[in-house]
């Protein structure tokens, strides 16, 4: 077990990864045995994060845009375009439910037989207290979310059976535009006011959240979008992975007017170490200082206060900068935070007890 200098182990729950896209990438029956048993591949699998102290996250459903299928293991978002000092990379085109809705059943059977087969280490929590109850036993501890609501029908048909198959979350656009709502392009430098804001079926979308207590998730929406959220969810705000914009003008990140909402509304931003919405120059390099993301907390922490930040890695979504490219490096990142002045209480709310109490406020 790796251990940061001569401290306890710290316990992670982090708000956002794609490791059951990565699995579902590999086409197979028993792609689970894959998470179970560690395939070291990519950047999670429950051997590693046990071993890291990644003890629960959200885990995305993502669907993949039809044309750029299931070979290409890449969201369509063009790392190479990503190294230029500015960019705005096109949206594929909005896919309607019956396509997405048999690929997210797919995610959804996926991390069923992980937890099936997990003998008691993994579980798809369905409750705030659940989910208190599943980390402190060291389980690890999965809150289901949709990244994009593109398998939701625009008469909600649906929606009970995904709740009733553990859906906690919803992400109602994964930027790619969904009968809901509008996401940001990737644009840097660029204001995350892109476009329009939730459509009707998305400010139904909401009102379902609020009826259901399902998290809404903002990371990715356009900032008209956001402020739709705002008035019309009675939840706190929260945004899974996403930086401050003040930092990093990247369309993906958060405006201080967006901040200033979150914290109005005691709700949660999670950090993201994907290059490109970290850096200042908003370049996607692998070759990128993680002090670049102590950075980022200390902003958030600042502006935010104590309560309101955590983790939102995007591993298994995103290209990691080079010393952090897999979950075992976690408690590097840590140790840095820990030797710049995050003291032990701060670093236990970073790591996972903001994250819990936010859930807990929500999942009830
Ligand atoms: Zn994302």
Same mark, same amino acid.
């Given at each position: 077990? @790796?251990?940061?200098?001569?401290?306890?182990?710290?316990?992670?729950?982090?708000?956002?990864? %794609?490791?059951?896209?990565?699995?579902?990438?590999?086409?197979?029956?028993?792609?689970y045995?894959?998470?179970?048993?560690?395939?070291? &591949?990519?950047?999670?699998?429950?051997p590693?994060?046990?071993?890291?102290? !990644?003890?629960?996250?959200f885990?995305?459903?993502?669907?993949?845009?039809?044309?750029?299928?299931?070979?290409?293991s890449?969201?369509?978002?063009?790392?190479?375009?990503?190294?230029?000092?500015?960019?705005? @990379?096109?949206?594929?085109?909005?896919?309607?439910?019956?396509?997405?809705?048999?690929?997210?059943?797919?995610?959804?059977?996926?991390?069923?037989?992980i937890?099936?087969?997990?003998?008691?280490?993994?579980?798809?929590?369905?409750?705030?207290?659940?989910?208190?109850?599943? !980390?402190?036993?060291?389980?690890?501890?999965?809150?289901?979310h949709?990244?994009?609501?593109?398998?939701?029908?625009?008469?909600?048909?649906?929606?009970?059976?995904?709740?009733?198959?553990?859906?906690?979350?919803i992400?109602?656009?994964?930027?790619?535009?969904?009968? !809901?709502?509008e996401?940001?392009?990737? #644009?840097?430098?660029?204001?995350?006011?892109?476009?329009?804001?939730?459509?009707?079926?998305?400010? &139904?979308?909401?009102?379902?959240?609020?009826?259901?207590?399902?998290?809404?998730?903002?990371?990715?929406?356009? &900032?008209?979008?956001?402020?739709?959220?705002?008035?019309?969810?009675?939840?706190?705000?929260?945004?899974?992975h996403?930086?401050?914009?003040?930092?990093?003008?990247?369309?993906?990140?958060?405006?201080?007017?967006?901040?200033?909402?979150?914290?109005?509304?005691?709700?949660?931003?999670?950090?993201?170490?994907?290059? #490109? !919405?970290?850096?200042?120059?908003?370049?996607?390099? #692998?070759?990128?200082?993680?002090?670049?993301?102590? %950075?980022?907390?200390?902003?958030?922490?600042?502006?935010?206060?104590?309560?309101?930040?955590?983790?939102?890695?995007?591993?298994?979504?995103?290209?990691?900068?080079?010393?952090?490219?897999?979950?075992? &490096?976690?408690?590097?990142?840590?140790?840095?935070?820990?030797?710049?002045?995050?003291? @032990?209480?701060?670093?236990?709310?970073?790591?996972h007890?903001?994250?819990?109490?936010?859930?807990?406020?929500?999942?009830?």
């Amino acid at each position: 077990m @790796l251990v940061c200098k001569g401290m306890q182990q710290l316990k992670i729950f982090d708000g956002h990864n %794609d490791v059951l896209f990565r699995l579902y990438l590999k086409n197979k029956k028993n792609a689970y045995l894959d998470f179970i048993q560690g395939d070291n &591949e990519g950047h999670l699998d429950l051997p590693r994060m046990k071993q890291s102290g !990644f003890q629960g996250g959200f885990f995305a459903i993502y669907v993949p845009s039809p044309e750029v299928g299931v070979v290409d293991s890449d969201k369509p978002v063009k790392y190479d375009e990503m190294e230029k000092d500015e960019y705005s @990379l096109p949206l594929p085109e909005l896919i309607g439910a019956d396509i997405a809705l048999p690929v997210v059943i797919r995610k959804i059977s996926l991390l069923s037989e992980i937890e099936k087969n997990s003998q008691g280490q993994v579980k798809v929590c369905l409750t705030g207290e659940d989910l208190e109850n599943s !980390f402190k036993h060291n389980v690890l501890s999965i809150i289901m979310h949709i990244e994009g609501a593109e398998c939701i029908d625009e008469n909600f048909y649906n929606l009970e059976a995904l709740y009733r198959s553990g859906l906690r979350s919803i992400g109602p656009v994964w930027s790619r535009p969904t009968i !809901f709502g509008e996401g940001v392009p990737f #644009a840097f430098p660029q204001s995350p006011d892109t476009g329009g804001g939730l459509t009707d079926h998305g400010i &139904e979308l909401i009102k379902h959240c609020n009826n259901l207590n399902l998290i809404v998730d903002n990371s990715h929406l356009n &900032e008209k979008g956001f402020w739709d959220i705002a008035k019309y969810s009675h939840h706190p705000l929260v945004a899974t992975h996403s930086n401050s914009h003040t930092l990093c003008p990247h369309t993906r990140n958060l405006t201080n007017r967006q901040l200033d909402a979150i914290k109005e509304t005691q709700g949660m931003v999670g950090v993201n170490f994907a290059p #490109a !919405f970290l850096r200042q120059d908003g370049k996607m390099l #692998a070759d990128t200082n993680i002090q670049i993301i102590v %950075d980022h907390f200390k902003y958030l922490v600042d502006y935010l206060g104590e309560d309101h930040v955590g983790f939102g890695s995007d591993f298994d979504g995103a290209m990691m900068p080079k010393d952090l490219n897999c979950v075992t &490096e976690m408690p590097k990142l840590i140790e840095l935070m820990q030797n710049q002045g995050f003291d @032990l209480s701060l670093m236990n709310k970073i790591c996972h007890q903001n994250w819990l109490s936010l859930i807990k406020k929500i999942l009830k």
